[in-house]
């Protein structure tokens, strides 16, 4: 059958936006490789952007009924079996990372640091195997204010641990978070997380860099609002390098339930209904825009693809 050149043309304007999208089989940006520099410590070459997934340990829960909130206990263990994991516990990954771009170096999320449970807080020994001295950061990008992301930011006696970083933090979850009225009026179970954002920040309050979701935080590093786990929860793209890179802090828990089935909800997730839209946001953009994904909770090194599969999607992390 012969072809008239608007045809040609027509079908090569379709072929190339599939193939901008990822969606076009074989056709999409090669995943870059990962080079694993010790146990924790995972390099990704961008070009002109470099990415350092660094480990900052993990903690493990038994599972029961209440980690996932709207699915039965036995479609949870089914799941976990289903990709080879432990049914009677959880094991959650903590990945802070830092990339370098635009000529700074920045670390998105602090990790737990001397306030986590004995297998956290791991983050500045990985730091010292890759080689990046806490006082060569020059930028903190936090997506939200729970411990496990802030605690890092000063250690026990007081001390900020990045001492050369301007810290950045999104504007909702600031007022959120420091609101005294809302504190005091918190129920117990909460108010450790009150006093732990009042034991980082209190001394830095004008210091802080409050930004919009939404905004540029430094260059090449874009926020998004992402908002659900956290009233003010967000994520971050990177740009400047080969691959566009997305950051979704804790846009998923377990990627084995909430990545596969992005409608469940962890207990974790203070808006259980916005978060669920959050992912299926997210998800949906990572996959339309063949983005690389770093995720603070996601399984080996945090940083990999996603693909769509059945009524979810799959986390592939990047291999040597």
Known sequence: MNMTRRGFLATGAALGALWMTGQLTGCATAAPRANTVAAGVTRVDLGAVKVT???????????????VRNAALAEVQAALAAAGLPTDRVEVPF????????????????????????????LLDNMAKAGIAPESITAVVISHFHGDHINGLRDKAGQLVF?????????????????????AAAP????????????????????????????????????????????????????????????????????????????????????????RQTRRKLSEMVVNENLLLAGYHLPGAGIGTLVRRGNGYDFIPLSD
């Open 163 to 183: 001492a050369n970083a301007r810290i950045h933090v999104p504007e909702p979850e600031w007022n959120w978070w420091m609101d005294d009225a809302r504190m």
């Open 53 to 67: 997934m660094l480990n900052d340990g993990f903690f493990a829960r038994p599972l029961d009924a209440n980690f």
């Open 188 to 275: 117990e179970a909460m108010k450790g997380a009150f006093n732990a954002t009042r034991r980082v920040f209190g001394p830095l309050a004008d210091a802080v860099v409050k930004f919009a979701p939404g905004a540029e935080v430094v260059p090449g590093v874009r926020s998004l609002p992402a908002h659900g786990h956290t009233p003010g929860h967000t994520v971050f793209t990177v740009e400047g390098g080969t691959r566009r890179l997305m950051f979704w802090a804790d846009t998923s828990n377990v990627a084995a339930l909430f990545v596969r089935n992005p409608d469940w909800a962890v207990m974790f997730d203070m808006d259980a209904e916005a978060a």
């Open 95 to 122: 990945n802070p990372l830092v990339v370098d771009v635009g000529g700074q170096r920045v670390l998105f999320d602090a990790g737990n640091g001397q306030f986590g449970a004995a297998t956290a807080g791991k």
